[in-house]
């Protein structure tokens, strides 16, 4: 049966983004928190300027700071026009452009952003001391999962595009990873790159520990990420294994039924940090509460995806 499951993973008690920066504001009042070409806001700062209402500019802090002000009073946070009925638990919406020009309208939940970056900084084990570089636009889910991973550690975040002082890279953006070059200094790196680009940035920067994972549009980050405890030679060839919460199943398309481990099949997700619907689509893309992905992969002996390369370029291109 190809099934891989985390369960195991440990995050405390239910979270939100409201909550994780609550607690940020407390255990790392004076550290720099969040900053971009404009503004440098310590964790105290942060939650000061939240309360206030106060615009932090007109940069991604400003306009990060805004959609939690908004998801605080309880409204739903839409970076696309959609009908008002919404799945329950939406409080994101998201536009997913598909490579075909057609756009759906993705419905998440901002505590599931929480437990997937929460998740994340553990697998990672991110400190205060870290400081992540995130190249990412506010509308793009995954930029919820990574500020999440800086709001759960304390690590700063750094949305100005400059790697320098980074120990973390986070590069969602295409234009970034396209324009990235090497950086021996950062401790880690996540690409949304093909595996050839994953390896050829693996042997520029052997010191750094590369990061691999599978982010979807229906996703709020990297459900699967690559775990520490795998050989580096995994990384690029793999998309790595679900975070704690996350369920992946094997399907067959024909028949329905879940195949076993190195078989080829649909990817089947269902937990923490996977969409609740599409806005004025009830039930679409779902069967037994699992999302069908629509890709074709396998599960290795250790619960790692496998996607074949025709798949990952689709992915790359536009989903």
Not at 49 to 71: I, K
Not at 117 to 125: F, N
Not at 221 to 232: H, K, T
Not at 267 to 272: A, F, H, N
């Amino acid at each position: 049966m190809a099934t891989a499951t985390n369960r195991m993973q440990t995050v405390g008690e239910h979270r939100t983004l409201s909550t994780l920066l609550d607690r940020a504001a407390e255990r790392f009042a004076d550290r720099p928190a969040l900053i971009d070409t404009t503004t440098s806001l310590t964790w105290a700062e942060a939650r000061d300027a939240l309360d206030a209402g106060s615009n932090a500019g007109d940069g991604p802090v400003a306009q990060a700071l805004a959609a939690l002000a908004d998801l605080g009073r309880g409204e739903v946070v839409r970076f696309i026009d959609v009908p008002a009925d919404v799945p329950p638990r939406t409080d994101m919406v998201f536009a997913a452009t598909r490579a075909d020009g057609t756009v759906d309208a993705v419905c998440h939940s901002s505590a599931d952003a929480a437990h997937i970056g929460t998740a994340l900084a553990l697998r990672e084990q991110v400190t205060p001391d870290d400081r992540i570089a995130l190249a990412a636009a506010v509308s793009n889910p995954g930029f919820w999962s990574i500020l999440a991973v800086s709001l759960a550690s304390g690590a700063t975040l750094d949305l100005s595009g400059d790697m320098a002082q980074a120990t973390t890279g986070w590069l969602i953006d295409p234009d970034a990873v396209t324009a990235y070059t090497p950086q021996p200094h950062l401790k880690r790196l996540h690409l949304r790159a093909g595996r050839e680009r994953l390896a050829e940035v693996a042997a520029a920067q052997p010191g750094t520990r590369i990061v691999n994972g599978l982010s979807l549009p229906e996703t709020i980050g990297p459900v699967l990420s690559s775990d520490p405890r795998d050989p580096a030679g995994t990384i690029a060839t793999t998309n790595g294994r679900p975070l704690g919460g996350v369920e992946v199943m094997i399907v067959d398309p024909r028949t329905g039924m879940d195949v076993i481990l190195y078989q080829t099949g649909e990817v089947w997700l269902r937990g923490t940090g996977v969409f609740l619907g599409y806005a004025g689509r009830a039930g679409a893309g779902f069967t037994d509460r699992f999302f069908r992905t629509g890709l074709l992969g396998h599960l290795d002996s250790e619960g790692r995806l496998v996607l074949p390369k025709a798949e990952e370029d689709a992915l790359l291109s536009g989903w």
